[in-house]
């Protein structure tokens, strides 16, 4: 396996290269501490480093990047971490003006990624500092990123690993009496001690569930029908297992609407080939719900997508609709879920993390696509 | 407390009405509506995202569990709550709010123009909160692009000084997320041992955290020779006998924050280790005893940085000696050097001092409520914890 040195030198270059191509010398790529499941941390991608607080990575179209973090107190970890020679730190009130002066190194025109989660007031001070606002990088970093890397397809086959692990705990744990959040707490517990960082996590119960939701105090009940999304962390890659638990035996209902789900799955994944649309996978988890009668039910409010990229946050495909457009590529990261709202037994779930290779999707997680129950 | 934010909030969202009545959320509306008429403005927005929410949920309750909100509060009339959620999630959404108009928006600058169109304020005199310190720079492009006539202006400032003054209700919460995470800690000697990862170990402390019924909980740690260096993220190294660590921890229940610190020792503490506890120790103590309504932040965090050797003061300077706590985790006023703020009577501040130093490293912290002549502490005070082998 290539170590992550050269991989990160890899992924750099060919943002280099795409800035070459955009007429870009120098870029500025901002972003923060508020990490997010559906968006992609550019710094995570080129430094390998989560920050703590606003941060810069600035990035000639020759060389070597450097980096400027907050708060100062970090520098320690990311000196121990970060591969590059170049991190300073500055406290937050004086980030605008370090960004400014190490930009000064870089050659022109400047342009900046990460206007959408910058902060109004550090693009003001950043814009003071640099006289004037630079021009606008657009999607000269994430259009590098569209395909996981092998070291970064390993932290993401961990992740769902570790999703395993947790639905694991949520099946043996689950029961009558306990509350929404004390069940949780327990999948967090799970997923935190086989190394996850972080967890994308909702749930929902009750008799009959119209959506996910955060977890309440609510009490867990006999027949309650429990759904999990949960989608842990393992080294800034995310993976997500989608599934659902029933307390008590289910009905001949509840199996004859999961059995929908379960062959709407294997349809999107049918459809989850390199070079095809990722709208296929849509419309073909969509083609087999709406022939049982619940087409009405494919559509807002009840359902969004089938499914988005991920792994390192938001990359595509992107949300997988009917009217999505990019085409599957190998090494993608994807989750594909036919996760859906029945009138009769309200919302099931189940969802399972890819990686598209030439053959078609391979899963990376591991547990059983069936309707779990245990006894109430 | 400054730290990398999960992606979601990940504990029990529900409203303890008991705790906080609806009727303390319709007083601050009515509060906000007489300051925005006395500022001259139409109406004020105040915005908030998952890692500070404190100016929206101070009028609504509602906190984004994850990306943004939104809260229209106009001089006279009903508030409007816009949430960056889906159309299925209001009925959740109202669980814990007592907005009746709760709007789902997927692009923020479209729906709010739609908005303040319909209130026929396309032209009007809008004070604005939150924006500087939250709301990203492509938002405000495509907000003042669709909204040109508007007269904008940062009444941060305001809301910021009314949420300063907690109410009793308000103290309550902050003490019960203050007892949430000291009776977690009382655990920690027993999961605290060599062999287990620090990651496995607080895992174990989040559950408890998680179980009392907290929405979310923040940790920092330094372990063996970490602790003489810097605080960081949970991570995977492995406790081994003699080690110290120092572990930072904020909990937020029912929306409120409060945050601690301690220093635990795998075994026997050094001199050496004692010696920069204590003196950590002191310089709590002496920031405690200065702490008080009307007096200059600054002031407190001096006294703090004068009980401790310039080198250990600089680097817990780095931290921060402390900062109001309540609906953020992080808000004003800031105690540093540099502040020139005054702490409001009855401010819920935390007090902290993270001391590294000769390889060694102490951490010691309080959340306390700042009275007429004394502040109190919401929490229990801390002290060096051995943990025998």
């Known amino acids: 396996m290539v170590d992550i040195a050269s991989d990160l030198q890899r992924r750099v270059g060919r943002v280099q290269g795409a800035m070459a191509q955009a007429g870009i010398g120098g870029l500025i790529v901002f972003y923060g501490a508020q990490h997010n499941m559906l968006r992609m941390d550019p710094i995570l991608l080129l430094a390998d480093y989560r ?162 939701r955060a ?85 807002q409010p009840y359902m969004r997508t089938r499914g988005h990229g991920l792994g390192l946050g938001g990359v595509v495909p992107y949300d997988v609709t009917e009217d999505s457009s990019p085409l599957l590529e190998t090494d993608m990261t994807m989750v594909i879920h036919p996760n859906q709202y029945i009138p009769e037994t309200g919302y099931m779930m189940l969802g399972d993390t890819v990686v598209i290779e030439k053959g078609g999707a391979r899963c990376l997680t591991e547990t059983e696509q069936r309707l779990f129950w245990k006894e109430a | 407390m400054r730290t990398m934010h999960s992606v979601l909030k990940h504990g029990g969202l529900y409203w303890d009405r008991e705790l906080l009545p609806q009727s303390l959320y319709e007083a601050r509306v009515t509060a906000l509506q007489a300051a925005i008429c006395e500022s001259g403005d139409d109406a004020w927005l105040l915005f908030g995202d998952i890692e500070r929410h404190g100016n929206v949920v101070y009028a609504t309750n509602f906190m984004p569990r994850v990306r943004s909100a939104l809260a229209f509060v106009p001089k006279s009339g009903a508030p409007v709550l816009m949430a960056n959620i889906g159309l299925r999630d209001v009925p959740a959404a109202k669980t814990i709010t007592w907005i009746e108009d709760v709007r789902p928006f997927g692009r923020l600058p479209k729906d709010l123009a739609g908005l303040l169109e319909k209130q026929g304020l396309a032209n009007g005199a809008i004070g604005v909160c939150g924006f500087e310190e939250s709301l990203p720079v492509a938002d405000w492009n495509a907000i003042q692009k669709n909204l040109p006539n508007v007269r904008w202006t940062d009444r941060g400032a305001l809301l910021r000084a009314m949420r300063a003054i907690k109410q009793p209700a308000e103290i309550e919460a902050i003490r019960r997320a203050a007892v949430i995470a000291d009776n977690a800690l009382a655990l920690a000697p027993s999961l605290l041992h060599p062999g287990v990862t620090v990651r496995q170990a607080i895992a174990a402390i989040d559950l408890q955290v998680r179980n009392a019924g ?5 940790y920092l740690v330094a372990t063996g020779p970490q602790a003489g260096v810097s605080l960081r993220p949970v991570d995977d190294r492995v406790l ?99 502040s020139a703020d005054i702490i409001a009577r009855d401010a819920t501040l935390v007090l902290r001092v993270i001391a590294h130093g000769n390889g060694q490293g102490a951490a010691t912290a309080a959340t306390v409520v700042a009275g007429r002549s004394r502040c109190r502490p919401l929490g229990a005070m801390t002290s060096l914890i051995e943990i025998p082998a």
């Open chain 1, 215 to 299: 977890v309440s105090d609510r009490k867990l009940e006999p027949g309650d029908v429990i759904v999990g999304e949960i989608t842990p962390c393992y080294r800034g890659y995310f993976a997500q297992l989608c599934r659902t638990l029933i307390l008590g035996e289910p009905t001949a209902l509840q199996r004859e609407k999961y059995d929908l789900l379960l062959n709407a799955e294997r349809a999107g994944f049918a459809a989850a080939k390199p070079g095809l649309p990722s709208s296929g996978i849509a419309k073909a988890v969509n083609d087999v719900i709406g022939a049982a009668g619940y087409g009405e039910f494919c559509r």
């Open chain 2, 240 to 338: 081994v006998a003699g080690d110290t660590v120092v572990l930072t921890i904020a909990v937020q229940a029912q929306r409120y924050w409060a945050e601690t610190a301690r220093t635990f020792m795998l075994g026997k503490a050094s001199p050496e280790l004692r010696e920069l506890h204590e003196v950590a120790a002191s310089a709590l103590s002496e920031m405690i005893a200065v702490t008080k309504a009307d007096f200059a932040a600054r002031a407190v965090a001096a006294a703090g940085e004068a009980a401790l050797d310039p080198k250990i003061a600089a680097g817990a300077g780095a931290y921060g000696f402390g900062h109001g706590i309540g609906l953020d985790a992080e808000e004003g006023p800031t105690l540093s050097a540099e």
């Open chain 1, 51 to 212: 920050v703590m607080g606003p941060s810069a990575l600035l990035v000639p179209r020759d060389g070597a990047p450097k980096l400027v973090l907050t708060p100062t107190w970090d520098l320690a970890r990311a000196r121990e971490q970060v591969k590059l020679k170049d991190v300073t730190a500055v406290e937050e009130a004086a980030l605008a003006g370090a960004i400014a002066n190490a930009a000064k190194s870089l050659p022109q025109s400047l342009a900046l990624v990460g206007r959408e989660v910058m902060p109004l007031g550090i693009a003001r001070a950043l814009y003071r500092e640099l006289g004037g606002e630079p021009m606008d990088g657009g999607d000269v970093v994430k259009a590098t990123a569209n395909t996981r890397t092998e070291i970064e397809i390993e932290r993401i086959s961990k992740a769902a690993k570790i999703a395993d692990e947790g639905f694991r705990a949520l099946t043996e744990e689950a029961r009558v009496g306990m509350r929404e959040y004390e069940l949780a707490a327990i999948l967090d517990a799970t997923m935190q001690s086989h190394g996850s960082e972080d967890n994308f996590g909702l749930m929902s119960t009750g008799p009959h569930n119209v959506a996910i």
């Open chain 2, 214 to 218: 907290a929405e979310d909980a923040r």
